[in-house]
């Protein structure tokens, strides 16, 4: 039979492993999270810069055309 001590020891340790694995998986979403916002952060800042510069170039293009007569 297993004394009080160990039986308590035994429920701390299944404790402790329990905890250690879902806070690893929690900590393993959340980085994952973070990866995929800065990603796609990224990406949007990307579109954005290079939405500016085809319209500044648009906007140059515009400017180089001579006069219709």
Known sequence: MVGKFESEKDTI??????????????????????????RETGDWLTDFIEMREASRRAQADHREEPPLD
Do not use: C
Request: charged share 10%.
């Open 13 to 38: 340790q299944v404790v402790t492993e329990s905890a250690a694995t879902h806070i690893g998986n929690i900590a393993t979403i959340i980085t994952g999270a973070v990866r995929d916002i800065a």
